[in-house]
């Protein structure tokens, strides 16, 4: 499911895609999701895509892989995609690309191909460095105080990592930046949703001032 706000007969000069949750166990993001989505008036030719979770079978289940046991930010079609580890919470699934989930994510945003898209995680308390767009890197840092390092998935050198981010900014890098924003393992409902949905729309810069 995917909400939008924005403008109606216009061109749209900047695209945020916010993706709340993609493993099922980390439930900060979908605060921030349900705030953006409430409470963010986008600034005329901007629009944002609010997707609350990409993982409705583990964030029913409170599980950080879908209902097949497929760790969904390990199963994009990248070069480094690996099919070992069944069992694991990190699997990535039969073979790149087999999850709905990520198929139907997947399609919307090769034809959104969004400027900015913030992916939300639990608990290393970061922004993912990509050095792809420094100034949006550091904007959200700053605004959500939180410093920018790199966090790996175990992608041997010289491949791409198998994760959405790397999916993006690997064959959709022209068209704009995807980040993992991971919070802390313990967040307040006031970061995870007011000031977070701050710093996100804020740094993207497509929300109008709020009061």
Known sequence: MGYYRG???????????????????????????DWVRRNVKPTKGSEIWVIPTMNPDGNA????????????????????????GKGTRTWGGPRAASE?????????????????????????????????????????????????REVGVGTPSGLTSPTLTGWYNRYYGRHGTATTLEYRASVSSAYAGRRAGLAITGAARVRARLG
Do not use: C
């Open 7 to 33: 403008w109606s007969h216009t061109t749209q000069k900047r695209t945020l895609v916010v993706l709340g949750q993609m493993h099922g166990d980390e439930k900060a993001g979908l605060q921030t999701a």
């Open 61 to 84: 289940r409170g599980t950080r892989t879908n209902a097949r046991g497929v760790d969904l930010n390990r199963n994009w079609g990248t070069s480094g995609y690996r099919s070992s």
């Open 100 to 148: 709905r989930e990520t198929k139907a994510v997947a399609a919307f945003l090769r034809r959104k191909r969004p400027d900015y898209i913030a992916s939300v995680h639990q608990p290393f308390g970061v922004v993912v460095r990509t050095d792809k767009d420094r100034g949006w890197e550091r904007r959200l840092a700053d605004a959500l105080g939180l410093p920018i």
